[in-house]
């Protein structure tokens, strides 16, 4: 399923099932607008199947042009750096799909042939390759992973461990969200669900043969959600905790967050009001309105450690595969020196 030895994946879908999810890397050049499908697809149902495709003709025709224009100018971009010469189509391997692998697809697939590319169409289209997602999760996996109380930049050592070769994934980066209800502060928009599972199984497809290190999520980062059967896999995982002094992660954490708008922390506050207290609530809110950001994260960092706390007990992981990383500060090259050191002792 994703062997692909192609120059261009080409999702011939509507805009509106593009937007919503794709292939990562795909580009979209569809065949039907959203409200042309609609058409073709009701001429399918209520008339008959060569009502649909002789309707779905009329609008291709013109197109067609467009659509080869579309892909050279695509390649053009791609392979810039190479000076490959586009108009050369012979030379370009392009994979064409549709949600079924159908007629989209199918006659898009002729067009570029015709035209003189190297052209396949994907098998099932992207329902089977959605059926290939999903199966990713399934698979065993060699995860490690990083820990520790908000504020220990856990984040930046995993970096720092890429850096050094270690294999990462970057669930945050992957869902645009640092999983707090902070987290969405500062990031672009979130992927759908269904993209979010599609960037994060190409990942772990590209990885599996590696020891994996994660960042220890709750199951939830803003809308999206880790797969069942990740989850469950990262719950019984090796974990290595950083143990960072409270006022250290204190300052890392108004370092990262403080300069953030104000207005945005502070309807983050109240979205947590009710666990954290009425009183805190407020104490946090006007520290930050009167700029004593400090004192105000002062308060969410003890909240947040209290949920940490709770969240490790209730993985109920055993302390066989707890390794404590003491820590004098966030520095992340140290930091991740001392994490690639407890793996080796722990190997």
């Known amino acids: 399923m994703t062997d692909w030895n192609v120059d261009l994946i080409i999702d011939v879908r509507s805009p509106g099932e593009f937007n919503h999810a794709h292939i990562p890397g795909a580009i979209n050049i569809p065949l039907f607008d959203d409200e042309e499908r609609a058409v073709v697809g009701t001429a399918y149902k209520q008339e008959s199947r060569s009502s649909a495709i002789k309707i779905g003709l009329d609008y291709f025709g013109p197109k067609m042009g467009k659509i080869i224009a579309h892909v050279e100018e695509e390649l053009a971009i791609r392979f810039a750096k190479d000076k490959r010469d586009v108009t050369d189509s012979g030379h370009f391997k392009l994979l064409v799909h549709c949600w079924r692998g159908g007629m989209r697809s199918g006659g898009v697939a002729w067009l570029l042939d015709l035209y003189g590319f190297q052209v396949s169409v994907l098998d099932g289209g992207y329902k089977a390759y959605r059926q290939w997602v999903l199966a990713q999760f399934h698979k065993p996996y060699q995860l490690h992973m990083l820990s520790g109380n908000t504020g220990a930049a ?64 709750s199951m ?34 108004v370092a990262e967050y403080g300069s953030l708008p104000v207005e945005k922390m502070v309807n983050a506050i109240i979205r947590i ?18 700029n004593e950001v400090a004192d105000s994260f002062r308060i969410l960092l003890k909240y947040y450690d209290k949920l940490y706390k709770k969240a490790l007990e209730n993985k109920q992981v055993p302390n066989e595969l707890i390794t404590m990383i003491p820590c004098d500060d ?18």
Not at 171 to 199: R, T, V, W, Y
Not at 273 to 290: C, S, Y
Not at 330 to 347: C, F, H, P, W, Y
């Open 154 to 217: 856990k984040t930046r050592v995993l970096h720092q461990m890429a850096l050094e070769g270690s294999s990462v994934i970057d669930l945050e980066a992957i869902a645009c969200h640092k999983g707090s209800a902070f987290g969405n502060i500062g990031m672009p928009d979130q992927p759908s669900g269904e993209m979010f599972e599609n960037l994060l199984a190409k990942r772990f497809y590209e990885e599996a043969e590696n020891v994996i290190w994660l960042e220890d999520e």
């Open 220 to 253: 939830r980062l803003g809308h999206v959600n880790i797969p069942n059967a990740l989850w469950d896999q990262m719950i019984r995982a090796k974990i290595f905790i950083l143990d960072i002094p409270f006022e250290e992660r204190l300052k890392y954490t």
């Open 273 to 290: 009001r009710k666990k954290l207290g009425g009183l805190e609530t407020q104490n946090a809110i006007n520290f930050l309105i009167e």
């Open 330 to 347: 966030t520095d992340a090259v140290k930091n991740a020196k001392r994490v690639l050191e407890a793996m080796g002792d722990k190997s």
